[in-house]
């Protein structure tokens, strides 16, 4: 069993844009390594810094939103390869919850093993939680997995996230293996049922 | 009513509903790489676990390594320690690898077909996104992250939920210099890269009837860049008859055959959403922006209400058509379309001619044995006399892992699957999607072409 995921709170990173891919989050030159340890130096490099390593003008590198914990976004937020360095990237930078409009599969997947609670909002909430973010860095968010509302502004947004995913949250289940283990009897006798492979 | 396809082999492979709701599926088949594998096995280690059913995995090496050079130790350590993972774990697990001096060595969606590990009515998995590729032999084949390989390694199992499938009818009648390329990029023009989220997506109809088994590959390979994870294609004779003979492929082959049969979707299969694509009209497809979903015809204008930032990246105006753009590298190469099939329709168009000057072109083999088969034929010696680079197997410039990048702002006609902004390695490069007779047309020309011109 893992740690119980049930209430989140802290500050919200704006992140406007719709498809953000896993190479925009962590390039696949950072992907060079035998751990996911120290990714977070690297999420979102290409969008931080320029080719001679200057920093840009971006939200994420300004100081209003360094070390905040919940990542907004758009729509399809983690699109295209299914590298798991990119949740990893994300949770070595400090995230701890991501609100976006819509996630890829694998890459909401991804954040389930990692214990990260990937919320979806509709189109009015996300974006007014975007421009509360912008307007003020300083404004707290509330998750609860358990009543499926987040608080932020004074106000209440309702948000989905997979039954799968919340359950696994909520009980500390998202680290699969273990439960995957009780069944071994079962996947023993699966094993012989099923074609193997004689080259 | 009948079951589809991926209902029955998913009953087959479900070993029981888990507490979260998930359903735990055995995974027939696990396929490993250098880049997403080392983890998962570190993970196994820390817990004390074992690799349950080692004859279900095999590993090769596709992301890193180099294509040009391939004496060890690698220039890059990095690469060299990654490989070197790979090859220790597998070692230790006993786990079969097909390493770089091997006959099998390749990108792994193309090494699996090829050795028959790829087979009808399996479950697959492979942290790669590109795994739905298998699915064109009527497997279910599933990217997944490094948690879940994990998860297999440890129990030949993952937890997932069933997805609904949407069946895809293809008619009419491809145009020459069309390919299935062309079809795929169409249909996640039209469907959108978020469009297959929560689906399979089952391929079929009279286009996808006729197409061979590499071109069925192509199809589910780009399936994941319209948001649906799985991609298939019903087994037919010609999957049968791919297999045959096959290193892997089943002893009993007349009974295998028969069992496969009974898997595919019936006629009057159900399905959760159709969609139908007649592609008699369908041009050579070309990608503007930075998704694989910005695709036109090649030429057609890019739209008046086109996204500003892809444009802006790509340096590309609003109502341009984008024949005649100047390219500064071609690549052919790519679990996409790194395939003997591909090389031979790529050297088609480039025989007797040359590559434009100033263009770096780069012949990527998927695979040991796509490349040996490539040299039997002499299109190796094609390629080289009209000016591409002959590399050695690899993923290279699809996402320049390897020493393949491009350089600043360089643009890139490419046969590969992602224009995502710093995909091929330089953060300001620019990828332009296409077919490899068109990357071979671009090469050519040294613009963006039309191949239906020079066929």
Request: glycine share 10%; proline share 4%; aromatic share 8%.
């Amino acid at each position: 069993m893992n740690e119980r995921i049930i209430e989140i709170t802290g500050k919200a990173i704006p992140l406007r844009g719709d498809d953000i891919d896993t190479d925009r989050i962590i390039p696949a030159r950072f992907m060079k390594c035998l751990t996911f340890d120290g990714l977070g130096q690297f999420a979102f490099y290409d969008v931080k810094y320029e080719e001679n390593g200057e920093e840009k003008r971006h939200i994420l590198n300004s100081p209003d939103y360094q070390g905040h914990s919940i990542l907004v976004s758009g729509r399809n937020f983690g699109c295209g390869s299914s590298r798991e360095h990119a949740p990893w990237a994300l949770k070595g930078m400090g995230v701890r919850c991501i609100i976006a409009r819509s996630y890829a599969e694998i890459f909401a997947n991804n954040c389930s093993s990692l214990g990260i609670p990937a919320l979806i909002v509709d189109e009015a909430s996300a974006g007014e939680l975007m421009k509360m973010a912008e307007d003020d860095p300083l404004v707290e968010f509330r998750v609860n997995l358990n009543s499926k509302k987040l608080h932020a502004g004074n106000r209440f947004y309702a948000f989905d996230l997979p039954e799968n995913y919340r359950i696994a949250l909520v009980e500390g289940r998202w680290d699969t293996t273990s439960m995957l283990m009780e069944n071994l009897e079962d996947i023993k006798l699966k094993n012989q049922f099923l074609p193997s492979f004689k080259g | 009513m009948s079951q589809n396809l991926l209902n029955k082999v998913w009953d087959i492979h479900k070993i029981k509903t888990l507490p979260t709701g998930q359903d735990q599926l055995f995974i027939s088949l696990h396929l490993i790489h250098e880049v997403t594998s080392p983890q998962a096995f570190g993970m196994l280690g820390e817990r004390g676990l074992k690799v349950l059913y080692p004859e279900r995995t095999f590993g090769t090496v596709d992301h890193i390594i180099p294509t040009d050079k391939r004496e060890r130790p690698f220039d890059d350590e990095l690469a060299e320690g990654m490989i070197r993972a790979l090859e220790d774990n597998t070692a230790k697990n006993g786990i079969s690898y097909f390493g770089p001096d091997s006959d099998h060595q390749g990108i792994v969606h193309i090494m699996g077909p090829e050795l028959g590990l790829t087979q009808p009515g399996l479950t697959i998995a492979c942290g790669d996104s590109h795994t739905s590729t298998h699915g064109a032999f009527g497997a279910i084949a599933f990217g997944i992250g490094t948690s879940q390989i994990r998860d297999i390694l440890a129990t030949q199992t993952m937890a997932l939920s069933k997805p609904k499938v949407r069946r895809i009818n293809i008619s009419g009648t491809l145009k020459k210099g069309v390919y299935a390329k062309d079809i795929i990029l169409k249909i996640i023009a039209d469907l959108g890269v978020n469009g297959g989220l929560g689906f399979a997506y089952e391929y079929g109809g009279e286009v996808i009837d006729n197409m061979s088994m590499e071109e069925r590959m192509t199809i589910c390979n780009m399936t994941i860049e319209g948001g649906a994870r799985v991609g298939y294609v019903n087994p037919d004779n010609k999957t049968y008859e791919y297999l045959k003979g096959r290193k892997y492929a089943p002893e009993d082959y007349e009974t295998a055959v028969e069992r496969w049969k009974s898997l595919a979707s019936g006629k009057d299969a159900e399905y959760d959403d159709v969609y139908n694509l007649d592609v008699s009209s369908l041009e050579p497809m070309v990608t503007w922006g930075i998704n694989p979903g910005q695709a036109l015809g090649v030429g057609d204008q890019i739209p008046e209400d086109a996204d500003e930032q892809a444009c802006s990246f790509m340096g590309f105006d609003r109502g341009q058509v984008l024949k005649g753009t100047e390219i500064d590298v071609a690549f052919i190469g790519s679990c996409t379309n790194g395939r003997i099939s591909d090389l031979r329709i790529a050297a088609e168009v480039v025989k007797g001619k040359k590559v434009r000057s100033g263009v770096r072109a780069l012949v990527v083999p998927g695979s040991r044995s796509v490349a040996d088969q490539a040299e039997r034929e002499g299109l190796h010696t094609i390629f080289k006399e009209a000016g591409f680079q002959w590399r050695e197997p690899g993923c290279s410039m699809c996402l320049a892992m390897n020493p393949d990048k491009l350089e600043k702002r360089e643009l890139c006609a490419s046969s590969s699957n992602r224009n995502f902004i710093g995909r091929q390695g330089s953060p300001t490069g620019r990828t332009v999607l296409m077919s490899p007779a068109m990357v071979a047309a671009a090469a050519v020309n040294g613009v963006i072409s039309d191949v239906r011109e020079m066929l």
